[in-house]
């Protein structure tokens, strides 16, 4: 490990925002030097309140922030002249906004999901291909759906070998601090009008480039998780459901659960994860239903919970480590497992 900490900034504090910034501050080798935010609201406030320096979007949001009464330090382009790393946890689709600030820098940056893939060098999952964001100066940690269906499949595939993979998504309408987006009474085609096979599949290709993964999706009402149904046809014709779980019992960052325990719904789970007294109920797992896995001849099915607010907090803070290049993959996991209490 550096003996000089990792310094890293965080533009943005929404749902991934303000969790990538708890994650961070609880890291042995890294420092947060500040979070960028661009109006004074009670988020704003909490940055302050938590004790994280508060910096402007622009000059604007600067003067906003201090006439609200808060310590605001400076602009984004201060926060990033003094950062390592910079994490972009912007609304989708927003970072180019800030694209040209970074380019000027030295600073590494580290994108989300919801941008898209060729805005960074490297799509990132960290069991999957750490090692090809090492050195990288950006970037992308991919969305929650495809975080889970990387950890799910790269656990099949470097058990039994994937010769194909079908996936349907129960997507969450929307997040629980956000009133304006539904469904509230209906399932709806994702994406409507519809066009299958859906976006999911191609986007697990940009970490897993060998794998074949069709996809199709529907938004339900509900906030708390997505939910996934996979139907994997494997290499190995020998696999067995049990062969199948003690896959998944080996693998960081899954949990496996039983309906016959009371997990009988996505509700099940996150009251779980309450009960574990994780910070804001996060199930940073991924949660595979133990007695779903079934095997029928060579295809292996099973369903999955994706807790989307708090699943890619884990790779955020590996990707750190490895564009700076301070630790391997398997030191970097375990650090993360630990320091978020990652059950395995």
């Given at each position: 490990?550096?003996?000089?900490?990792?310094?890293?900034?965080?533009?943005?504090?929404?749902?991934?925002?303000?969790?990538?910034?708890?994650a961070?501050?609880?890291?042995?080798?890294?420092?947060?030097?500040?979070?960028?935010?661009?109006?004074?609201?009670?988020?704003?406030?909490?940055?302050?309140?938590?004790?994280?320096?508060?910096?402007?979007?622009?000059?604007?949001?600067?003067?906003?922030?201090?006439?609200?009464?808060?310590?605001a330090?400076?602009?984004?382009?201060?926060?990033?002249?003094?950062?390592?790393?910079v994490?972009d946890?912007?609304?989708?689709?927003?970072?180019?906004?800030?694209?040209?600030?970074?380019?000027?820098?030295?600073?590494?940056?580290?994108?989300?999901?919801?941008?898209?893939?060729?805005?960074?060098?490297?799509?990132?999952?960290?069991?999957?291909?750490?090692?090809?964001?090492?050195?990288?100066?950006?970037?992308?940690?991919?969305?929650?759906?495809?975080?889970?269906?990387?950890?799910?499949?790269?656990?099949?595939?470097r058990?039994?070998?994937?010769?194909?993979?079908?996936?349907?998504?129960?997507?969450?309408?929307?997040?629980?601090?956000?009133?304006?987006?539904?469904p509230?009474?209906?399932?709806?085609?994702?994406p409507?009008?519809?066009q299958?096979?859906?976006?999911?599949?191609?986007?697990?290709?940009?970490?897993?480039p060998?794998?074949?993964v069709?996809?199709?999706?529907?938004?339900?009402?509900?906030?708390?998780a997505?939910?996934h149904?996979?139907?994997?046809?494997?290499?190995?014709?020998?696999?067995?459901?049990?062969?199948?779980?003690?896959?998944?019992?080996?693998?960081?960052?899954?949990?496996?659960?039983?309906s016959?325990?009371?997990?009988?719904?996505t509700?099940?789970?996150?009251?779980?994860?309450?009960?574990?007294?994780r910070?804001?109920?996060?199930l940073?797992?991924?949660?595979?239903?133990?007695?779903?896995?079934?095997?029928?001849d060579?295809?292996?099915y099973?369903?999955?919970?994706?807790h989307?607010?708090?699943?890619?907090?884990?790779?955020?803070?590996?990707?750190?480590?490895?564009?700076t290049?301070?630790?391997?993959?398997?030191?970097?996991?375990?650090l993360?497992?630990?320091?978020?209490?990652?059950?395995?």
């Open positions: 490990m550096n003996m000089r900490k990792i310094r890293v900034g965080i533009t943005g504090y929404g749902t991934i925002g303000r969790r990538v910034a708890d961070v501050a609880r890291q042995p080798d890294m420092e947060l030097v500040g979070i960028a935010k661009v109006r004074p609201d009670y988020k704003a406030r909490l940055i302050a309140e938590r004790g994280y320096p508060l910096y402007g979007a622009d000059e604007e949001s600067l003067a906003a922030l201090r006439a609200a009464g808060l310590p330090r400076g602009v984004v382009a201060d926060l990033v002249a003094g950062c390592d790393v994490v946890t912007l609304p989708p689709k927003q970072a180019s906004r800030l694209l040209p600030i970074y380019q000027a820098s030295e600073a590494r940056v580290i994108f989300q999901g919801g941008e898209p893939a060729g805005i960074a060098e490297v799509s990132f999952n960290a069991q999957s291909n750490y090692e090809a964001a090492v050195g990288r100066r950006t970037v992308r940690v991919v969305s929650c759906n495809t975080t889970g269906l990387c950890r799910a499949l790269g656990t099949i595939d058990a039994f070998g994937v010769e194909k993979a079908r996936v349907v998504l129960a997507r969450k309408a929307t997040d629980p601090d956000d009133p304006d987006t539904g509230v009474d209906a399932v709806v085609l994702d409507a009008p519809a299958l096979p859906s976006h999911h599949g191609r986007s697990v290709a940009t970490v897993l060998h794998l074949k069709i996809s199709m999706a529907a938004k339900v009402p509900t906030t708390h997505h939910f149904s996979l139907l994997i046809t494997v290499k190995d014709r020998n696999v067995t459901a049990g062969a199948v779980v003690r896959a998944f019992e080996e693998a960081t960052r899954v949990v496996l659960l039983d016959r325990e009371g997990f009988r719904s509700a099940q789970v996150f009251d779980y994860a309450r009960e574990l007294g910070s804001r109920s996060d940073y797992e991924l949660a595979v239903w133990r007695d779903s896995v079934t095997v029928v060579d295809e292996v099973f369903f999955m919970a994706v989307q607010e708090a699943i890619v907090i884990p790779e955020n803070v590996d990707a750190i480590r490895a564009v290049g301070t630790m391997d993959r398997d030191e970097s996991i375990r993360t497992n630990r320091t978020l209490g990652i059950l395995k």
